[in-house]
């Protein structure tokens, strides 16, 4: 009897064994194909890798060359801002090199520029643009961000600003840590998109634009962010300014904000008047600068910028030759 009940434990045991060992070449498998489907179909990745890649080799300009400026922002500027038209129109005064990740906002950035300040980037100039409502949020990118932009120690560091639970914490330390998990919601998404014709229009209707504090809830949580931001871009030698891309219906915003920026002690680009555009410069969502839009914004932004990043003496000089 001993013996038949020993053989069924010993049976058992063989079984267990090798389903965890199927699930763990399931799990490998897995994994590799997510890193050679993200390497090899996201755009997004691509983009975003590309640019970090180039972020981190800048260095502060030597005698006679342009400033290095670092920019960063989510699709607000991915999308207002035709970066090559920039870079021709400001080639003669900077140098520009841009980070552009959608959805991402203060705590995306906030970790993401002090890893990149670790790894070894010294750009000059830091400008900052994710809107009033991403800058507001109390959240960070769950896909992308984690893994391009959070070391271990920052992950843990996002949950405890956030006030993260353990199911949340472990989820950001996974994403981190596994392709797969990082980015299961943009295999998703691309899977939808597919099957799904205009999904885009519903993903409008399931996640609403959000929502922006009004009066002094600006200040009393902008300005505190700000001065983390300037501090950390101050303490590795770069100056920080808040770039605030125009949305529909934001100048109260727009204006509060620039307002807080300079309480904190931060230069702030507000290059064009929200005012000044109208819904048809937007794309249907009211956020997201159309082509026209975002023409005139990326003007504005060329004229702006340069007299931020190079005092106006310099810029002249430079000019005259």
């Known amino acids: 009897m001993r013996s038949s009940i020993s053989d069924s434990k010993s049976t058992a045991l063989v079984y267990a064994k090798v389903l965890v060992g199927i699930c763990a070449i399931l799990m490998i498998a897995i994994e590799i194909s997510s890193i050679y489907l993200l390497k090899h179909g996201s755009l997004t990745y691509a983009r975003v890798s590309r640019q970090y890649d180039e972020a981190v080799r800048v260095r502060p300009a030597g005698p006679g060359e342009r400033p290095s400026v670092l920019m960063v922002g989510n699709s607000l500027l991915l999308q207002g801002v035709q970066m090559d038209h920039l870079q021709a129109l400001t080639s003669a005064s900077m140098r520009i090199y841009p980070i552009f990740l959608e959805a991402t906002g203060y705590y995306d950035w906030l970790y993401g520029l002090r890893r990149l300040f670790r790894q070894g980037a010294r750009p000059q100039v830091v400008v900052v643009g994710v809107g009033v409502n991403y800058f507001l949020g109390n959240r960070v990118r769950q896909d992308y961000a984690p893994m391009l932009f959070f070391d271990a120690r920052d992950t843990l560091a996002v949950a405890s600003d956030l006030h993260l639970d353990r199911t949340a914490t472990s989820n950001l330390l996974l994403a981190h840590s596994s392709t797969f998990w990082d980015t299961r919601s943009a295999i998703r998404t691309q899977i939808l998109r597919r099957v ?83 819904a048809k410069f937007y794309q249907p969502d009211g956020m997201h600068l159309n082509r026209e839009g975002a023409v005139l914004f990326t003007a504005a932004l060329a004229k702006d910028l340069p007299e931020r990043v190079v005092p106006h003496d310099t810029l002249s000089s430079r000019l005259v030759r």
């Open 196 to 278: 799904v014709p205009h999904v885009e229009n519903l993903f409008l209707l399931v996640n609403p634009r959000p929502a922006v504090p009004e009066g002094r809830e600006i200040e009393e949580v902008s300005i505190p962010r700000l001065q983390r931001l300037r501090e950390l871009c101050e303490a590795h030698g770069a100056k920080l300014i808040l770039l605030v891309p125009p949305t529909l219906s934001s100048e109260s915003a727009v204006s509060q904000m620039a307002y807080a920026a300079h309480k904190a002690g931060v230069d702030v680009s507000v290059p064009i008047d929200p005012a000044a555009l109208t």
